[in-house]
Protein backbone atom coordinates (compact mmCIF):
# COMPACT_ATOMS: atom_id res chain seq x y z
CA UNK A 1 0.00 0.00 0.00
CA UNK A 2 0.88 3.43 -0.82
CA UNK A 3 -0.86 6.72 0.54
CA UNK A 4 -0.01 9.65 -2.17
CA UNK A 5 -1.00 13.48 -0.86
CA UNK A 6 -0.62 16.06 -3.37
CA UNK A 7 0.23 19.94 -2.34
CA UNK A 8 1.54 22.85 -4.29
CA UNK A 9 -1.93 24.25 -5.72
CA UNK A 10 -3.36 27.20 -5.75
CA UNK A 11 -4.29 30.41 -7.99
CA UNK A 12 -2.22 31.62 -10.45
CA UNK A 13 -1.87 34.28 -13.69
CA UNK A 14 -1.75 33.32 -17.08
CA UNK A 15 2.41 33.38 -17.49
CA UNK A 16 2.87 32.59 -14.07
CA UNK A 17 4.37 29.05 -12.02
CA UNK A 18 3.59 26.66 -9.32
CA UNK A 19 5.17 23.40 -7.75
CA UNK A 20 3.09 20.75 -6.89
CA UNK A 21 4.58 18.36 -4.87
CA UNK A 22 3.17 14.62 -3.72
CA UNK A 23 4.72 13.05 -0.58
CA UNK A 24 4.38 9.19 -0.87
CA UNK A 25 3.95 7.13 2.16
CA UNK A 26 3.41 3.62 2.78
CA UNK A 27 6.07 0.84 0.55
CA UNK A 28 9.26 2.59 -0.85
CA UNK A 29 8.06 4.87 -2.63
CA UNK A 30 11.37 3.93 -4.91
CA UNK A 31 10.12 0.97 -5.60
CA UNK A 32 7.09 2.56 -8.13
CA UNK A 33 6.67 4.83 -11.31
CA UNK A 34 5.04 8.00 -10.35
CA UNK A 35 3.08 10.18 -12.82
CA UNK A 36 0.64 13.65 -12.42
CA UNK A 37 -2.37 13.17 -14.49
CA UNK A 38 -4.90 15.87 -14.04
CA UNK A 39 -8.79 16.38 -14.54
CA UNK A 40 -10.83 19.47 -15.59
CA UNK A 41 -14.81 19.62 -15.15
CA UNK A 42 -16.49 17.42 -17.60
CA UNK A 43 -13.39 16.17 -19.03
CA UNK A 44 -11.40 12.54 -18.64
CA UNK A 45 -8.13 12.33 -16.41
CA UNK A 46 -5.27 13.40 -18.55
CA UNK A 47 -1.53 11.94 -18.66
CA UNK A 48 0.96 15.19 -17.72
CA UNK A 49 3.78 13.39 -16.97
CA UNK A 50 5.16 10.30 -15.93
CA UNK A 51 9.16 9.68 -14.19
CA UNK A 52 10.60 6.12 -13.51
CA UNK A 53 12.01 4.74 -10.74
CA UNK A 54 15.32 5.88 -10.99
CA UNK A 55 14.33 9.43 -11.86
CA UNK A 56 16.32 8.46 -15.13
CA UNK A 57 13.56 8.91 -17.85
CA UNK A 58 10.74 11.01 -17.81
CA UNK A 59 7.25 10.83 -20.64
CA UNK A 60 5.33 14.26 -21.34
CA UNK A 61 2.30 14.75 -22.50
CA UNK A 62 2.67 17.15 -26.07
CA UNK A 63 1.05 19.94 -24.03
CA UNK A 64 2.96 20.80 -21.65
CA UNK A 65 6.38 19.13 -22.94
CA UNK A 66 9.12 22.34 -22.20
CA UNK A 67 6.71 24.00 -19.78
CA UNK A 68 6.81 21.54 -17.01
CA UNK A 69 9.42 19.32 -15.24
CA UNK A 70 9.00 16.30 -13.53
CA UNK A 71 11.56 15.41 -10.81
CA UNK A 72 11.71 13.31 -7.90
CA UNK A 73 13.58 12.63 -4.45
CA UNK A 74 13.32 9.16 -3.49
CA UNK A 75 15.18 9.88 -0.24
CA UNK A 76 12.20 12.03 0.19
CA UNK A 77 9.40 9.66 -1.19
CA UNK A 78 8.70 13.12 -2.92
CA UNK A 79 7.36 13.48 -6.57
CA UNK A 80 7.12 17.37 -7.85
CA UNK A 81 6.10 19.05 -10.75
CA UNK A 82 7.43 22.17 -11.60
CA UNK A 83 5.19 24.14 -13.82
CA UNK A 84 6.21 26.97 -15.72
CA UNK A 85 4.09 29.54 -18.31
CA UNK A 86 0.68 28.21 -17.44
CA UNK A 87 -2.07 28.91 -19.26
CA UNK A 88 -5.54 28.87 -18.66
CA UNK A 89 -6.01 25.69 -20.13
CA UNK A 90 -4.32 24.12 -17.63
CA UNK A 91 -6.42 25.19 -14.88
CA UNK A 92 -7.75 21.27 -13.36
CA UNK A 93 -7.20 19.16 -10.11
CA UNK A 94 -3.86 18.04 -10.46
CA UNK A 95 -3.59 14.04 -8.98
CA UNK A 96 -0.30 11.87 -8.52
CA UNK A 97 -0.33 8.64 -8.90
CA UNK A 98 2.35 5.07 -8.09
CA UNK A 99 2.38 2.52 -10.88
CA UNK A 100 4.06 -0.58 -9.72
CA UNK A 101 4.86 -2.02 -13.12
CA UNK A 102 8.10 -1.57 -14.74
CA UNK A 103 7.02 -0.06 -17.60
CA UNK A 104 6.13 3.14 -17.69
CA UNK A 105 2.41 4.22 -18.24
CA UNK A 106 0.89 7.26 -20.04
CA UNK A 107 -3.20 6.31 -19.30
CA UNK A 108 -4.38 6.41 -15.59
CA UNK A 109 -6.10 3.00 -15.74
CA UNK A 110 -2.49 0.93 -14.80
CA UNK A 111 -1.59 2.71 -12.14
CA UNK A 112 -2.54 1.34 -8.52
CA UNK A 113 -2.61 4.34 -5.93
CA UNK A 114 -4.06 7.79 -6.25
CA UNK A 115 -3.83 10.85 -4.31
CA UNK A 116 -7.11 12.95 -3.45
CA UNK A 117 -5.75 15.81 -5.97
CA UNK A 118 -4.48 19.79 -5.68
CA UNK A 119 -6.70 22.03 -7.58
CA UNK A 120 -4.38 24.63 -9.97
CA UNK A 121 -6.49 27.41 -11.50
CA UNK A 122 -5.02 29.77 -14.16
CA UNK A 123 -6.68 32.93 -14.57
CA UNK A 124 -6.45 35.24 -17.73
Known amino acids: QVQLVESGGGLVQVGGSLRLSCAAS????????LGWFRQAPGKEREFVAA????????YYAESVKGRFTISRDNPKSTVYLQMNTLKPEDTAVYLC?????????????????WGQGTQVTVSS
Open 51 to 58: ISRSGITT
Open 97 to 113: AADRAVVMHTTPSPYDY
Open 26 to 33: GRTASSYA
